[in-house]
């Protein structure tokens, strides 16, 4: 007879883990938050040297429009700064504290026009003191004079008496030098009446002192001080008086000043004509001419300064504004259906870049590079004819390092 097939059991027992292999599993565990953690702070390292690397600095310029209008070649381009010939920072000539400030910035004054007040109570009380001095003196030889007269009424009595053998000479003679005394003393009184209208003199210029005013007429651009405040024409220790009032601008005076690079200053001469733009109003070009070439050269960058004048003024040029120039060559005669003038926009040569036989720029937006592949023309002066690729306008890289790329963040020289 059959045995009846029993039902199967579960063997729970077989289920256990050995202790060998659960002591692999947390070796395999501790592994993999090993390498976790090395992967973390490898992001965080790598985005740290991201954000602490230096950013690369660089100089830029603008593509501008091509100048030489009227027939003229552009010879030579730089970049400077307006800067007026007359510009005054106005110091008092006293050290005293400030009692009145009538001026603000933007103001404009003319000529001798009252600007600020300082404390004068005490050099009044010293042109009080010498007009009292002059005043006793004064009275002093009122009354010599008087005292003078009747000696000389005495003097004449003692000559009759004298003549008629009633008195001595030698009351005579005392009559005769009491006389001259007074006449002495009269003479002293004036002398000192003299040197105390010196006194009052300078006094008064003490007192006028307290009083600035504008030497020439012009705009305030800077308020140096407050009412309250000390100021000295020298400079004090601690930092607490101030040594100007304020600065004033000529800006009839304004002009450019710009940096020529020795080896292309030949190209300069004086009255040379010139065209000027602004980079606030990139649009606006400023006819001007060369009023002096500096004779003296800077030996660390190599430049001699050139002074050029403004044909026409206009309130939108400001001091200290940033401003391009172009240097014209002479005039020449326009051909039929020809423009000597390039069409095309002008940017330095040192921006172009030679990237395996391509003609490259990098342009900067945003403190970030974009690379920009242009097709060059023609060289005028310093510059190089863009045909494609750029526009008026764009800022691009003159200087930097050689191993600058697309998207690359950099910080711009100011």
Not at 135 to 155: G, H, T, Y
Not at 165 to 193: C, F, H, P, W
Not at 277 to 302: F, G, M
Not at 372 to 391: F, W
Request: charge should be neutral; proline fraction near 4%.
């Amino acid at each position: 007879m059959a045995t009846p097939l029993s039902s199967p059991k579960h063997d729970l027992a077989s289920l256990r883990i050995h202790e060998g292999e659960r002591k692999g599993s947390k070796l395999g565990k501790g592994l993999a938050i090993f390498f976790g953690v090395l992967v973390i702070l490898g992001g965080i390292s790598g985005a740290v040297f991201a954000l602490w690397k230096p950013k690369p600095v660089v100089e830029v310029t603008t593509v501008h429009k091509p100048a030489g209008a009227g027939g003229r070649e552009a010879l030579l381009n730089a970049s400077g700064y307006v800067t007026p010939r007359r510009r005054a920072t106005i110091a008092a000539k006293i050290t005293g504290r400030v009692t009145g400030v009538h001026f603000d910035e933007g103001t404009r004054v003319q000529q001798g026009q009252l600007l600020a007040t300082l404390d004068d109570s005490d050099v009044r009380r010293a042109l009080d003191s010498a007009k009292a001095d002059r005043n006793s003196a004064q009275a002093a030889i009122a009354d010599l004079q008087v005292q003078l007269r009747n000696s000389q009424i005495e003097l004449r009595r003692a000559e009759q008496l004298q003549k008629a053998g009633v008195q001595t000479q030698e009351q005579l003679d005392n009559a005769r030098t009491n006389t001259d005394s007074l006449q002495a003393k009269i003479e002293l009184a004036k002398a000192q009446v003299a040197a105390s209208d010196a006194r009052i003199s300078e006094a008064q210029q003490a007192v006028d002192n307290c009083t600035i005013r504008a030497p020439f007429a012009g705009i305030v651009v800077s308020k140096d001080a407050q009412v309250g405040e000390m100021v000295s024409p020298i400079s004090a220790g601690g930092g607490f008086t101030r040594t100007g009032i304020a600065t004033i601008v000529d800006m009839n005076s304004n002009e450019i000043e710009v940096d020529v690079n020795e080896s292309y200053i030949a190209r300069v001469k004086d009255g040379q004509p010139v065209n000027a733009i602004l980079d606030a109003y990139p649009d606006w070009e400023i006819p001007s001419k060369v009023r002096t070439i500096i004779p003296s050269a800077d030996r660390q960058k190599a430049t001699v300064k050139v002074r050029i004048s403004f044909l026409k003024l206009d309130p939108r040029i400001l001091p200290d504004m940033g401003i391009k120039v172009t240097f014209l060559g002479a005039e020449t005669e326009k051909k039929p259906g020809s423009d000597n003038a390039p069409a095309a926009p002008l940017v330095s040569q040192s921006a172009v870049r030679d990237d395996g036989g391509k003609k490259i720029v990098f342009l900067v937006k945003d403190d970030h590079l974009e690379r920009r592949a242009v097709t060059i023309g023609g060289n005028h002066g310093s510059d190089a004819e863009i045909l494609a690729g750029l526009n008026v306008g764009d800022t691009v890289v003159t200087k930097g390092p050689q191993d600058l790329h697309d998207g690359q963040v950099v910080e711009v020289k100011k």
